[in-house]
């Protein structure tokens, strides 16, 4: 049960994490361009991020904040899509 929080945890602040990081980044450019960099930089903060942050199993704690992000891309993808139509 733990396990199961501690990976809705993850989604969904993942979730939160990169909605907001592609907000502030479609001021730069196309909302497409923006959700990839959004996904990028939110991939490689909270990679780093996670390893740090857990001693005894680094490589579980990465694992499972590259299958929160690869899970919301495709979302993120969408509504950008969504957002550049007329």
Do not use: D, K
């Not at 990028?40 to 299958?67: F, M």
């Amino acid at each position: 049960m733990t396990l199961f929080l501690i990976a809705l945890a993850a989604l969904s602040w993942t979730g939160l994490s990169l909605a907001v990081l592609a907000m502030v980044l479609r001021r730069v450019g196309t909302a497409r361009q923006a959700a990839w960099r959004a996904f990028g930089i939110g991939l490689a903060v909270n990679t780093i991020s996670a390893w740090y942050a857990s001693p005894g199993e680094p490589i579980a704690a990465v694992i499972l904040i590259v299958l929160c992000h690869l899970l919301l891309l495709p979302a993120l993808l969408i509504a950008a899509r969504r957002e550049e139509r007329p």
